[in-house]
């Protein structure tokens, strides 16, 4: 199974793949799309969508997840990432009918066990699980979590006999 994560944001969204076979787990591919800071969020939202699509083009993953809503302390900047989550769901709900939310603590603790862990724990989790010589950057690293912890969903969905 080839799961993808994304982590949107409006000035940097991270994708990262992983395919599951059984119990082991490897990287295929992750990147971090920077739509940049000095842009209109229409022209962002834009190099968004269309770095999403051409990275689910080139890896045709079978589940996509993406990280659900947190709470957020300025209304203003929630409201930016929800547009950006938007186009990342958009760019998703395109290529796969199979497509998911996940929570940060169920990613974090999929990836290091524990529900609060910090950025540094789940971008070292991540090298390790993956088996990659150096950390990715934190955008594409907090994508390959997402990825990890959905693919672990499925393959406790499918023990189980969930759909």
Not at 26 to 50: M, Q, W, Y
Not at 73 to 101: H, I, P, T, W, Y
Request: glycine share 10%.
């Amino acid at each position: 199974m080839i799961a993808f994560g994304i982590d949107p944001g409006s000035r940097r969204t991270g994708w990262g793949v992983v395919r599951a076979e059984g119990s082991a787990l490897r990287c295929v591919g992750h990147g971090v799309i920077a739509a940049g800071a000095d842009r209109p969020l229409g022209e962002r939202l834009e190099v968004i969508f269309s770095g999403l699509v051409e990275a689910l083009d080139t890896h045709r993953p079978d589940v996509i997840f993406l990280e659900s809503i947190f709470h957020h302390k300025n209304a203003a900047s929630a409201l930016v990432l929800g547009q950006a989550r938007g186009v990342a769901l958009l760019a998703a709900r395109m290529k796969s009918a199979n497509l998911d939310e996940i929570a940060p603590t169920e990613v974090k603790k999929a990836v290091t066990g524990r529900g609060r862990a910090d950025k540094t724990q789940v971008k070292e989790m991540v090298r390790i699980l993956l088996g990659l010589p150096s950390p990715p950057a934190t955008d594409a690293a907090d994508a390959l979590a997402i990825a990890i912890a959905g693919a672990v969903r499925v393959r406790w969905q499918d023990r189980a006999g969930k759909p």
